[in-house]
């Protein structure tokens, strides 16, 4: 009874975020493989007390956004893009799938390289390749430092998350901007280690919801996070349903968006020394 009031109260503090969707009314539940689980015993921290106050709490977790973003960017992942078309019988219709990688460049920047060639059953649009490069910038970690007095976050309840207790709190955006979405939604913080584990939402600006893809109406999205190396947690789950209005039907439509295999960067190892040049003594001056 609790965890249904807590997901009632957390869909209702979205304020109109659900009714502005003609998809999904509430966070979906998460798929059967998908767990959200922490490496038993490799923080050293003190878990934190439950009477630890949301500003403290807000503080932590948002310096840890600042970790993860900065770690994401050291760590190669394989992902995958899935764009399913659904029938009126909720059956899948046609679909889009891509696998990509991301590898160190040849200046040591990580790029993406596609693994497997793009497959496509969809009947009524097609991904361009601006959709997938916009795909790539959706920005992982909201939250961080930097970005936090733009938002109000507000404690709102608590929650499990599979097996984690977790805090949840309400985001919004204090002033909207016109060309740069912000955060609008619900997260769920990891209560003993104060890090963000999943987040559901979407993205506003002056001129209303921000959908990630053109031609399809993307914008509520909830995202699962992983822990990486017993330190991290990277998001490696997302996913957003909706309805594409077209000439003669309505049709649902469902994007998937998985990360895996994620793996540190190989350390770069010290350039040799050289030994130091012998120095030719400067020509005494001229005299005037």
């Not at 060309?179 to 209303?208: H, N, S």
């Amino acid at each position: 009874m609790l965890r249904a009031a807590l997901c009632i109260a957390a869909i209702l503090a979205l304020g109109n975020v659900a009714q502005a969707q003609q998809g999904p009314q509430g966070p979906m539940a998460p798929p059967p493989e998908h767990r959200v689980a922490r490496t038993i015993g490799t923080r050293p921290e003190a878990e934190a007390p439950p009477s630890l106050p949301p500003e403290e709490i807000i503080r932590r977790f948002s310096q840890k956004e600042d970790e993860f973003l900065a770690e994401r960017s050291r760590h190669t992942a394989r992902k995958s893009i899935r764009l399913q078309e659904l029938g009126a019988d909720g059956k899948v219709s046609g679909e889009f799938f891509r696998v990509t990688e991301t590898v160190p460049g040849s200046d040591g920047r990580l790029v993406s390289k596609t693994i497997e060639n793009p497959q496509s059953t969809l009947q009524h649009a097609f991904l361009a390749p601006e959709d997938l490069a916009a795909l790539d910038h959706i920005p992982a970690f909201p939250l961080t430092t930097s970005q936090l007095s733009k938002y109000e976050v507000k404690f709102i309840g608590s929650e499990q998350v599979d097996e984690i207790d977790c805090y949840i709190f309400q985001v919004k955006p204090k002033m909207l901007e016109l060309t740069r979405g912000l955060f609008d939604g619900i997260i769920w913080v990891d209560a003993k280690y104060l890090e963000v584990v999943k987040t559901y939402g979407k993205w506003v600006t002056e001129r209303g919801d921000a959908p990630i893809l053109a031609q399809y109406p993307f914008a509520l999205f909830e995202t699962y996070r992983e822990n990486v190396d017993g330190k991290y947690w990277f998001p490696n789950y997302s996913r957003s349903e909706d309805t594409v209005h077209l000439k003669d039907q309505d049709m649902n439509v469902r994007l998937i968006i998985k990360w895996s295999d994620f793996k540190p960067l190989p350390a770069v190892p010290p350039a040799a020394v050289q030994p130091a040049a012998a120095q030719t003594p400067a020509a005494p001056a001229k005299p005037q």
